[in-house]
C-alpha cells in the first residue's frame, strides 16, 4: 500500500516537474545573465536565479507581478507564468543602474 | 544615495502608512503608546533577525521558503486587523462617547492592545527585514559611496515616516461622528490589500493556482511606481496587474471583514 502510494506520488511529482518548463539566471557583479532569455509562451516557467554576488539582490518585475529577495551567493526558484507572447522587463532592485534584464515568451 | 533613499522610502512606507492608520484607529484605547512603541521595537528585532537569517529561510520548503514566510506573516496580519475591526465595531463607540469607558471592559481593552502590537510588530518586520537587507548589502560591500548610499537610507526613512505621520496626524482631523468609518474602512481595505499580497506569494510559490494572470493590466492608466500607484498599493494593495487568485483571496477577506462588523455592530447597538 504504501508502496502504491510511493510510485504514485513519484508519477505525479515527474509529470508536475515535466509540465514546467525550467530556465536559469544568473546575478554576478550585480548584473543578469543572460540579458535576454527567450522563453517559451502559454507555459508555466521554473526560473531559477542564481546570485553569484556575495551581496543579496531583489529580483522584480512589475510586468511578471513578481517580487523576491536573492540572499548573496545563494539561488532561488521563481515561479511565472504561463505567459502571452511579449517582453516582460525584470530588474534587481538593489542594483537597478546595472540589474536590468528581460524574458521574453515566445 | 537618491536611489538608496528610494528604496527605502517604500519599504517604509508601507509600514507606515499602517502604522499611521492603526494609531490613529486606537488612539482612544487606554495604553496604546505604549504597547505601540513596544509593536515598533519587537519589530526591529524581528527585522534584523529575520534579515539575517534570508538565506536560511529562503532554503525552507525547497527555496520557496521566503514565499511561504511572506504569506504567512501577511496572513496573520490580515486575521490581526479583521479582529481589531470587528472589535473596533462594538467597542470603538463607547470608547469615543465617554471617558466613562476607560478602565471598563479592561480584559477586552488589553486583548485590543496586543492585537495592536501585533499587528505593528508585524508591519515593521515583513518591511524593515528587506531595508535591513539592503542597507547590510551596502554596508559590507567594499568602497564605492557606502556612506552615501546608508545617509540617503536615513533619508528615505525619515521621508516615510513623515507621510505615516501625516496620515495619522489627518486622520485625527476626521470629525468625530466620521472618524470610526473612515478609519474602518481604511482597516478594511488594508486587510484585503494584504490578502491579495499573500496570494501573490502562494502563486510565486506555485503553492496555489493563479487562476488567470493577470486578470487585467492598468499599469498603462496607473503605473505601480508612480506616486500615486504606489500610496494606493500600500493603503489598499493596488496591483496593476494582479492574478485571478488574488481577487478572490481580495472579496473573500473584505466581504468576509465587512460582515463581522456588520454582525457585532448590530449586536452591540441592541444591547
Redesign the interface.
Known amino acids: 500500500m504504501t508502496k502504491l502510494l510511493t510510485i504514485t506520488l513519484a508519477l505525479l511529482a515527474n509529470t508536475a516537474f515535466a509540465a ?1 518548463a525550467e530556465f536559469s539566471l544568473v546575478i554576478r557583479d550585480h548584473r543578469f545573465e543572460p540579458v535576454e532569455l527567450i522563453v517559451p509562451a502559454g507555459k ?1 516557467i ?1 526560473l531559477k536565479v542564481e546570485n553569484k554576488d ?3 539582490e ?1 529580483f522584480e518585475s ?2 511578471l ?8 551567493n ?6 511565472v ?2 505567459l502571452d507572447p511579449g517582453r516582460y522587463p525584470f530588474f534587481g ?2 542594483n ?2 546595472t540589474a536590468q534584464g528581460a524574458l521574453v515568451a515566445q | 544615495m537618491f536611489g538608496s533613499a528610494i528604496i527605502v522610502f517604500r519599504e517604509t512606507l508601507e509600514a507606515a502608512l499602517i502604522i499611521g492608520i492603526i494609531a490613529a484607529a486606537t488612539h482612544q484605547v487606554p495604553g496604546r503608546n505604549r504597547w505601540l512603541a513596544a509593536g515598533l521595537l519587537a519589530g526591529l528585532a524581528g527585522a534584523i533577525t529575520v534579515a539575517a537569517a534570508t538565506g536560511a529561510i529562503a532554503e525552507m520548503a525547497s527555496g520557496l521558503g521566503q514565499e511561504l514566510f511572506n504569506a504567512a506573516i501577511l496572513g496573520i496580519a490580515v486575521l490581526m486587523l479583521a479582529w481589531h475591526n470587528i472589535w473596533m465595531s462594538a467597542h470603538g463607540k463607547e470608547l469615543a462617547s465617554s471617558a466613562r469607558s476607560t478602565g471598563h471592559d479592561i480584559g477586552e481593552g488589553k486583548r485590543e492592545c496586543s492585537v495592536l502590537f501585533a499587528i505593528i510588530a508585524l508591519a515593521v518586520l515583513r518591511e524593515g527585514s528587506e531595508t535591513a537587507l539592503f542597507l547590510y548589502g551596502i554596508a559590507t560591500a567594499d568602497g564605492q559611496g557606502g556612506h552615501t548610499t546608508l545617509m540617503g537610507g536615513l533619508l528615505g526613512l525619515a521621508a516615510g515616516t513623515v507621510v505615516g505621520w501625516a496620515l495619522y496626524a489627518g486622520l485625527l482631523r476626521i470629525p468625530l461622528r466620521w472618524f470610526f468609518s473612515a478609519t474602518s474602512v481604511l482597516v478594511l481595505l488594508l486587510a484585503a490589500g494584504m490578502a491579495s499580497q499573500a496570494a501573490r506569494f502562494l502563486i510565486q510559490a506555485d503553492m496555489v493556482p493563479s487562476l488567470a494572470e493577470p486578470m487585467w493590466d492598468s499599469s498603462a492608466l496607473l503605473p505601480p511606481d508612480s506616486a500615486l500607484g504606489i500610496l494606493l498599493h500600500g493603503l489598499a494593495g493596488y496591483d496593476a496587474r494582479p492574478a485571478g487568485m488574488q481577487i478572490i483571496f481580495y472579496a473573500v477577506a473584505f466581504i468576509t471583514i465587512a460582515i463581522g462588523m456588520k454582525l457585532t455592530n448590530r449586536k452591540s447597538s441592541t444591547n
Open positions: 514546467d508555466k521554473k556575495a551581496t543579496p531583489e512589475h510586468e507581478n513578481r517580487e523576491k529577495v536573492i540572499a548573496g545563494s539561488s532561488t526558484t521563481i515561479y507564468g504561463p532592485e538593489f537597478a543602474k
